[in-house]
Structure formats: structure tokens, C-alpha cells
């Protein structure tokens, strides 16, 4: 199975500054015939279910604010909110659809400082 | 506008078989939803998600490796439900289980998910 290994466990970040969360995946996520990475990043609030942000490694969903960004390509991902905000307080989880298999990282915690 | 719908049982005994039922609406799995699909993910409780399984539109199925002997997910009596039957449950297996939608946005078989129910609480003890 492909292994994804995020970075940091938990996060505390002041309102307003930026958060970084960063997914290591045990192989290339990278689809050298179409040139996309199949890698996704989704929001869990607490009592909720997850809720889709990034898709292809950058692509924001419909509907999700601007200051949510993905970046990366091959093995190393980012997610980075550019601005905190306190509704941004939430579990953060990647995951490969490279393979069937699918799996999701261990999750980040983000919290307010 | 697609919702799904967790049911079922919250709490089985250890050996038992857990039935639970994704019941959903705005999209089909029938002949004229090419493509679409309704996967099964759990989470223990405080860790992460785990896919659990798949099932296509053309009732084409995807386990995870390592509890394949014991899941079956099929499509429900009813055209818009899926199901979920995993047997001989653990106290391990305590968690929430969501059903989730297929983004269309990916070329088969390869699937993330975009719309996803509340989820069914499962408590697994005796």
C-alpha cells in the first residue's frame, strides 16, 4: 500500500498567519501520461464528516475560500491556508487515489494560538 | 444535489455481522450512472480515516487487502442504497462509518470523494 505520512502531527497558528501542512507519500503520486498528481486534502470539523478542499494536488474545490492552497508534485504535497481563520480550526487529511488502494494520511491537527 | 445517509445498528456484539445501509439521492447506479460509485470509509474514534471498500455503477467492487474476507458491500434492495456487511466484528472494528460519493472528475477506476453522509456511529462489545 502507498503509505502518506503528514507533517505536523498538530499545528497551533495565530489568527490571520499562515498554516502549512505538508503529506509525504511512500511513492510518486505523479501520473506521467496525463502529468497529474493524485492526491487530494480534505477538512474534518469536529462531529462532521470530512469535506473535500483540494483535488490533483492544487485544483480548490468549488465553493472552497482562496486562502486554501495545495502544492506539490511527485512524493511532497502542501496544503497551506495563507490566513487563519478561526473556522479553519479543523483535522486535515490527505489522500492517493494513484492506486485502488486508496489511503489517507494520519491526519493534522490545526488549532489557534 | 447529492446527500447520502448512514443506518444501521449503532451497537453489535463481538462476532456478530454489521449490516449497515447508505441510502442516497442525486445521482444513480443503475445502467445510466456510468461511472459513479459509493464507497465505505471508517474512523476509529480520535484516529483516521480508513477506506474500507467500493462498489461501481456496473457492480464492479474494490476491498481493502486486509479485511477483504470479511466485507461485502453490494448494491440494496432499493436502487438508491448500498450496503455493507462486514462479519465476524471486533471490538477493533468501534468506529464511525461513512458512505461517500465518487468525484466523476477522475478517469475510472481511480476515485476521491465529494459529497459524504453524517456518518453511523458502531460500538462493537458484548
Known amino acids: 500500500d502507498i503509505v502518506l505520512t503528514q507533517s505536523p502531527d498538530s499545528l497551533a497558528v495565530s489568527l490571520g498567519e499562515r498554516a502549512t501542512i505538508t503529506c509525504k507519500s511512500s511513492?510518486?503520486?505523479?501520473?506521467?501520461?496525463?502529468?497529474?498528481?493524485?492526491l487530494a486534502w480534505y477538512q474534518q470539523k469536529p462531529g462532521q464528516p470530512p469535506k473535500l478542499l483540494i483535488f490533483?494536488?492544487?485544483t480548490r474545490e468549488f465553493g472552497v475560500p482562496d486562502r486554501f492552497s495545495g502544492s506539490g508534485s511527485g512524493t511532497d504535497f502542501t496544503l497551506t491556508i495563507s490566513s487563519l481563520q478561526t473556522e479553519d480550526v479543523a483535522v486535515y487529511y490527505c489522500?492517493?487515489?494513484?492506486?485502488?488502494?486508496?489511503?489517507f494520511g494520519q491526519g493534522t491537527r490545526l488549532e489557534i494560538k | 444535489q447529492i446527500t447520502l445517509q448512514e443506518s444501521g445498528p449503532t451497537l453489535v456484539k463481538p462476532t456478530q455481522t454489521l449490516t449497515l445501509t447508505c441510502s442516497f439521492s442525486g445521482f444513480s447506479l443503475g445502467i445510466s450512472g456510468v461511472g459513479e460509485g459509493v464507497a465505505w470509509i471508517r474512523q476509529p474514534p480520535g484516529r483516521a480515516l480508513e477506506w474500507l471498500g467500493l462498489i461501481y455503477w456496473d457492480d464492479d467492487t474494490r476491498y481493502r487487502p486486509s479485511l477483504k474476507t470479511r466485507l461485502t458491500i453490494s448494491k440494496g434492495s432499493s436502487k438508491n442504497q448500498v450496503v455493507l456487511t462486514m462479519t465476524n466484528m471486533d471490538p477493533d472494528d468501534t468506529g464511525t462509518y461513512y458512505c461517500?460519493?465518487?468525484?466523476?472528475?477522475?478517469?475510472?477506476?481511480?476515485?476521491?470523494?465529494?459529497?459524504w453522509g453524517p456518518g453511523r456511529r458502531v460500538i462493537v462489545s458484548s
Open positions: 490533483w494536488a492544487s
Open positions: 511513492q510518486s503520486l505523479l501520473y506521467t501520461s496525463n502529468n497529474r498528481n493524485y
Open positions: 461517500a460519493h465518487r468525484r466523476l472528475d477522475v478517469s475510472l477506476p481511480r476515485y476521491f470523494f465529494d459529497y
Open positions: 489522500q492517493q487515489y494513484y492506486s485502488t488502494v486508496i489511503t
